[in-house]
C-alpha cells in the first residue's frame, strides 16, 4: 500500500476543510479500522476476508455471511467518505434533515431484565434519523435501532449473541462489541446501504462493554451516536440490586440548519464539546431521577463512549462500597468516592442505599459534567 | 418543572455572555446539583428537605437545622446567579477586590495529628477574599477559612464530625463532604449569605476524600477556591509514615483589575488552566520543600479537586511501593510509577526513603503540570 | 532563591513570546526539575550534588561522575533557554534544520530478549536530529539514539544497569529512568554539550516504566522526543508471550521549514497534538502490523510517554484476560475492555488469541487517538 498516513492525517488537522482533503483522509482512516480492505479499492475476493467457514464456532466468534450480504464494499467510495465529504458534517445529502424527528422522550436507565433462554438474536437497524436530545435540540444523528444511545444489551457469560446488522441509511455502518472475541475484518466490517451483515458471539467475561459503529473514521461514527451498552453477567450472579446503566457521551454539534443541528468532526478533533450526557439527553435525570428504596443495593454499569473524554464517576452524599475495575467479581475495591471510566470503557460501581435523600450522579471532571452530565438518584423511605 | 436543560445548555456553551443568559443557566444547572429546591423558585417548605429528624442518626450522616437557619433559600434570586452574572467571574460586585488581601505563606502540607477525641467539632466560613497565591498573584477567591485549600480534615472510620458552616460572603455557599453519606439535599444544601448550617457525619471508608462547595454552578465554586481534603484512617491504623496531603487543583483567571485577578468561569468551560498547583501555590514545595530523613516511609495522600483535570501523580527517581485505589488497606498496588487520580477523587500513595536526595514531586502529564503542579522532597541522611 | 513562580509561570501562559520572558521561564521551571542547581546561577560545588561516593550502592542507585564530567552546568545560561529560547521551538540555532534526516523506518515493536549477563552497559548519546515519523513529515527530533522513541531497555528486577549520557547536541539534556531508585539531583542532572554523565541502578520493581529526559522545561524534552520504555521482568518470569512494547505519545509541531518541522511549545501547552502516534510513527502498525500466531498468548507493554494525554488502550474483537496496574503479577485484572495509562506511567495488557484475524490496536480516546494511534495485530492460522 503507497498510503502516506502522516501527511494524510497532517491535512486532516491542519485543513480538514476540502472535499479532497476529507476524501483521502476518510480512505486513509479507513485503513485503520475494521472495514480495511473495504477502502483499499479492492473489488474481489480475498481469502483472509471471507472466514469464519472454516473456524470453529465454539467458544469463540463467528462470522457468518448473510445470503445477499458481500463480505466487503465493493466500491471504496462508497463508505463513510462519500457522504460525509465536502462538509464533514453528520448531515451528510441531507440525511437526517428535513425527516420528521424523533420526539423527546427519556432514555430508561434500568437494566432490562435477563431472558431465559441462552440465546440472544438481535435484527438491529443502523439509521439516520433527527432525534430530540432535549425539547429544543435536534441533532442528525446515526444511530442503532433509532435511538442515542442504543438499546441495552443484557445477556451472561457463556450466552449466545446472534446479531444481525441492517444499514437503513445511506452510508456504510458497522458494529463492533467489546464484549465479542472474533475477527474484526470479517464481523466487525461495514455494511452498505441496503444490506445486512450477521455474526455470532459468546461474551467471556463478566462486566459493562461498550459498543459502537467502527466504520471510519470511527471519531465520526462514534461522535454521531452510534454507540451503546451490552452487560454480560457473570457465571454466578453478583447480589441482588437495583441496577442502572449509565453511557456518558459528548455532543459536538453545527448550527442549526432547518432546525436540526449536525455533529461536527472538526469540533471532534477539537475535543470540545458542548454537551456532556448519560444517556443520550443531557441532564434528563435531573427532571425524571433514578428511583430507588431505603435498603436497596444500587449497581451501576457506567460506560464511557466518548468520543474522547472519560467519566469521573461520582454519587454526591454517597461512596462506593464496590467497585469493579474488570471482570465482576474478582478484585473489587471498596470506599471509592470517584473513578474515571477510559473512553472505551466501562466500570461497575455499587453502593447500599441506607438513608433516603437525593444524590446526584455526576461527572466530577466538572469543566466537561457540567455540560450534562448529571441525574439524580432518589432513595425513597 | 419545565426547563429545557438542553437548549439553556446550549446558551452557556455558545453565548455564555450576556446577563439573562446566565441567569437562565445558572438556575438551571441548580437544579442539577445540591441545593436543587433553592433555585426553583420554591419558596415553602418541602418535606424532603426539612430531614434529619426522623433519621436515626447511628452509623449514618444527619443534617439538623440550626436555630436561625433556614433550609432553604427563600428566593432563587439569591443563589449564585445573583452575583456572577454578567461578567461570570468572581469578583462579583467587587466582593473580592479593594479589600487587603491575604499574604503570601506556604500551605502545610503535613497531615495534621488525629485528635484524642473521637468527635470533631469544625465551625467554618464561607469567605470572599483576595488571596495571594505567589508573591505577585492575587486571586479573588471564595473559601473556606480563608485559604486555598481549605484547611485539611483528619479523623478515622467511625469518628464523627461535627460541621457547621457560616456564610461570611455576598452569595449563597454549601459544603459537600465526599466522605460523608448523607442527603444532600439538606446536608449540602446552599446557605444564604449571614447565615449558618450544620450537620453531622460519620465516615465508613477510609482514604483521601475531597470536600467542596456544591452550590450552583459547582463549576464556579469549585473553580474559585472552595475545596480541600479530609483524610480518614482505616480502623486499624496504616504503618507509621511521615504523611502529606497534596490537592491538586486548576486556576483559571481572568486579567488584573486593581490588582487582583477574578476566576473565569468561560475558561474553566474551556478547560485550559492557566496555573495547576498542589495545595493552591504553584511551584511553593519547590522554594520550600517537604523534607523527610533517610529510612522515613513517605505517605502522600492526593486528592484531585480538579475542576477538571485528573493528576498523574509521580516522584522522580522513585516508585510506589505501596498504592491505594480506594480504602486502605484493602487492595495494594505495588511497584508503581505513577497513577491517575480523578478529578473529584483522592488516591493513596508510599514509599520508603532509603536514600538521600532531592525527588521531585510531579503531575507528570506535562502540558498541564509544568503549570505549576510540581514540588520536592527533600529526603536528608 | 528570590523566584517568584506564579509571575513567571504568568508570563509562560499569557505571554510565552519574548526571549525574556523565555529566558526567565526556563530559568525558574529548572528549578522545579531535575538538573535545578544548573539553573540558579550556582557555578561552584554544592556538597548535595556531589553524591554517590558516600552511598551504598547496594540495592540503591548510585551517581557517580565521569572523568571529564561536571557534576553541574557551570554556567546557567546554557541550559535549555540558551537554545529554545525566542521561538520557543526545537529548532534552535538551526540544529535540526539544514542536516539530512533520518529515513523514515518501522519502529520494532518487539520485546528484545533479556542479556544473560545481569549487567546492562548502556552508553547513549542524546542528539538533536531529523527524522522521518512518515514519508512526508520530518521532525526537528532531541532524541536518545537517533530514534524516538529511544530504545527498549529490557532487563530483570535486581539486575544492574550501567548508564552512561554523552550529549552530542548544543542544547543541556539528561535522563531520568522511572525504574530506577535514585537521587535525580545527581542521577538525572542536565549533561552540557560534549560531556557526558554515568549513573548505575538496580531495578526494584517489575513492568513497564517510562525514561525521558528531565531537563527543563520538561515538557518540551519530552515532547520533542526524548522518551522510550524500560521493562523490568519479575524474578519470576511471566508466562510464556509474543511480547510487545507500544510507547504513546504526541506530536505538536511548528509549519514545515526547509522541510522539516519543529516541535512547538507554545501547542504543547495547548495540549492539542497534531499526531498521536505507538512508537513514534503515527499508523505504522496500519501498514506493517504486529503478527502473531494463534494460540499465542500476547503481552503489550504500554507506556504512556505523553508529554499530557492518557492512552485509552484497547484492541478491537479482544479483551485482556489479565492486565496489570503495578508490578506483575500481583493484583491482576481480569476481563478489561480498556485501561487509561497516565501519562509518566505504564500497564501491561495480555490476551490469548484464539482465533486468526486482524485486530485493531488503538488509543479508543478516538478525539486523540484518531490522530495516529492505531496499527493491527495480525493473528495467523
Known sequence: MSTQPASILSEIVNEATGRRAFLTRASTLGLALP??????GCSTSDPDQTGGAARSPADTGTAVPQAGTVLQNSNSRLDTAHDVSGH???TAEGA????????????DPALPPLSRERTLRLNWSATEVPIHISKDVVVAAWTF????PGPVVHCRVGDTVEFSLTNRGKIPHSMDFHAAQIDPKVAFRSVLPGESLSFTFRPRHAGAFMYHCGTAPVLMHIGSGMYGAIIVDPPTPLPPAKEFV????EFYLAP????VQAFDY???LATMPDYVAFNGRPSQYVEEPMRVKVGDRVRFYVVSAGPTHPCHFHVVGEQFDTMYLGAPPAMPLRGVQTFSVPAGGGMIFELVCDIPGEFPVVNHGFGHGQKGAIGFLVVEA
Open 96 to 107: 437526517a434533515i428535513g425527516v420528521q424527528p424523533i420526539p423527546f422522550r427519556r432514555y
Open 145 to 148: 435501532e433509532n435511538d442515542i
Open 35 to 40: 472495514g480495511v480492505g473495504l477502502l483499499a
Open 266 to 268: 472538526n469540533k471532534m
Open 246 to 249: 449509565l453511557v456518558q457521551s
Open 256 to 259: 442549526k440548519e432547518r432546525g
Open 88 to 90: 464533514t458534517k453528520s
